[in-house]
């Protein structure tokens, strides 16, 4: 079951670079008067593969947003 999502992460990493490309062509946000900037600076902040691939295989299991929380109620 493994081997079949990550052959599915594989297949959205294509996909998300496809549209990553295309998208990056054209997406312009304004960044002060009469200026405009990228939307996403890079790929990774568009599609994160290692992140997925590590959710896939369970290695992140503190992937919650309590994370900094639970780090500091360790430390008192």
Do not use: C, W
């Amino acid at each position: 079951m493994k081997s079949v999502e990550l052959r599915r992460v594989d297949e959205e990493y294509r996909l998300h670079l496809q549209a990553f490309l295309n998208f990056k062509a054209k997406a312009k946000k304004k960044a002060g008067k009469d200026k405009l900037r990228p939307v996403y600076a890079n790929f990774k902040k568009f599609f994160d593969y290692e992140k997925e691939v590590n959710r896939v295989l369970g290695k992140n299991k503190t992937d919650s947003r309590f994370v900094g929380i639970g780090k500091l109620l360790k430390k008192q």
